[in-house]
C-alpha cells in the first residue's frame, strides 16, 4: 500500500486504494478515515462494492495507525499540557497534514473534479470520518483559512460533502452530561481495568435497542422546539448491549486494530478539549466560507451505542440552535440520515448495504 508526504519533515500517510472503477468515466472519490483502535483496514469490506456504485475509496491510515508516520514524543507532548495554544496548534498541524494527503492525492492520481449541472453532481472528493476520526473534521473546515493558498484553491475545485459518520460527544465538543442522566462505565469507579477492557470490543460491536420513538422524534425534528430535551434524550438510552454480540472474536481483527496507538495517542486526541472541539464544530456549521460547496451528511447508526447517539443527538440540536440565530444564508447545508437497524460497525458487518448508502448521500 502506497504513503503520500504531507510535510517537507519527511511524514507520511499510509492509504488503501481501491482505484478507479473500469466502466465509470466520472466517479466520486470517497476518503475514508477510521476512529479509535482500528486502523483503515476496518473499511477493507467496502471495497468490493465500491465500483458497482461509482465509488473510488481511499482507506486512509492517521498518524500512528498503518504504515502511517508514528508521533514523536515531543509531538504528543503537546497533549499532555494545559496550554490551549499547544493543544490546539496540534490539532491545526495534523489537518495540515491531512489537507496535504488530499491535495497531492488529487494532483497525482487524475482525480475527476466535482461538477454541478442542473441540480445534480458529478465527481469530486467526498471526506467520510468515522466514530472518533472525526476529531479532524470540524477542525478541517475551521482552521482551513490557514492552509497554503495553492491547496485551497486546488481542494475547492473538488470537495463536495463531508459525511460524519456516528460521531461520539468528544470530538464534537459535547458536555459528557452526569451519570445519572448518561451513564458510562468508564467514568464509574467501581469497574476496573480488566473489567473495563473485557466489554471494551463487545461494547464497539454490540447491538443495542435504542431505535425508540424517541430516538426518531430526536433525528426527524425540524425545529428546535420538536427536539426532545439532553436529559429525556439521553436517559432513554441504554448503554449495555442487548446480548453478548456474536462478532466478537478477536482473530477476525487480526492486523487491523492499533492496541498500542489508543492509549499512546488516539485517547488524548479524542478528548484534546472540549472548548476547542465545540468552537471549531460551531465554525464549521455556520461559516462557509471556506469550501462553500460542502454539505454535511450526518449518518446516525439506529441501534448503535449511547456515546455515539448522544454525539449525533448533540450535533443535531447544535444545527437546530443554530437555524434559530443565522439567517443570512451563509450557513453550510446539512442532512441527518438514519441508519436503520445498524450498530456502530455497519460498514464492516453489512458493507454492501453501506457503500450503496455512501453513494447516495456524499
Not at 476547542?276 to 460542502?294: A, G, Q, W
Request: charged share 25%.
Amino acid at each position: 500500500m502506497p504513503l503520500a508526504p504531507v510535510d517537507t519533515h519527511g511524514t507520511q500517510l499510509h492509504y488503501e486504494d481501491s482505484g478507479a472503477p473500469l466502466e465509470v468515466v466520472t466517479y466520486t472519490t470517497l476518503v475514508l478515515l477510521h476512529g479509535v483502535y482500528f486502523n483503515s483496514g476496518i473499511f477493507r469490506p467496502l471495497i468490493p462494492y465500491a465500483a458497482e456504485n461509482g465509488l473510488r475509496l481511499v482507506l486512509l491510515n492517521g498518524r500512528d495507525n498503518g504504515e502511517s508516520t508514528s508521533f514523536t514524543d515531543d509531538e504528543l507532548k503537546s497533549l499532555a499540557v494545559t496550554s490551549r495554544e499547544e493543544r490546539e496548534a496540534f490539532l491545526k498541524r495534523r489537518v495540515h497534514e491531512y489537507a496535504s494527503f488530499l491535495r497531492w492525492y488529487v494532483e497525482n492520481e487524475d482525480t475527476p473534479l466535482l461538477e454541478e449541472a442542473n441540480g445534480n453532481r458529478t465527481g469530486g472528493v467526498s471526506l467520510v470520518m468515522w466514530s472518533g476520526g472525526n476529531g479532524y473534521g470540524p477542525a478541517f473546515f475551521a482552521y482551513a483559512d490557514t492552509f497554503p493558498a495553492h491547496t485551497r484553491q486546488v481542494l475547492q475545485k473538488y470537495l463536495r460533502s463531508y459525511v460524519i459518520y456516528d460521531a461520539p460527544m468528544y470530538p464534537l465538543g459535547l458536555p459528557h452530561p452526569p451519570q445519572d442522566e448518561l451513564y458510562s462505565p468508564t467514568r464509574d469507579p467501581t469497574w476496573t481495568r480488566e473489567r473495563l477492557q473485557a466489554a471494551f470490543l463487545p461494547g464497539l460491536v454490540g447491538h443495542y435497542s435504542n431505535d425508540t420513538p424517541l430516538f426518531y422524534r430526536a433525528f426527524n425534528a425540524t425545529s428546535f422546539t420538536d427536539l426532545p430535551s439532553r436529559r429525556e434524550f439521553c436517559t432513554a438510552l441504554k448503554w449495555q448491549p442487548d446480548s453478548e454480540p456474536a462478532e466478537t472474536d478477536p482473530s477476525q481483527f487480526d492486523g487491523i486494530t492499533e492496541a498500542a496507538a489508543l492509549h499512546r495517542s488516539a485517547v488524548p486526541i479524542l478528548v484534546l478539549g472540549e472548548e476547542i472541539c465545540s468552537e471549531n464544530t460551531k465554525k464549521m456549521l455556520s461559516d462557509r466560507k471556506n469550501f462553500p460547496k460542502v454539505t454535511l451528511e450526518c449518518v446516525v447508526a439506529s441501534r448503535g451505542m449511547s456515546e455515539t447517539i448522544y454525539g449525533m443527538y448533540g450535533l443535531k440540536r447544535m444545527l437546530l440552535e443554530r437555524d434559530l440565530e443565522e439567517k443570512d444564508g451563509e450557513v453550510r447545508e446539512a442532512r441527518f440520515h438514519i441508519l436503520e437497524g445498524a450498530n456502530h460497525m455497519w460498514h464492516w458487518l453489512k458493507p454492501k448495504e453501506t457503500a450503496a448508502l455512501f453513494a447516495k448521500i456524499a
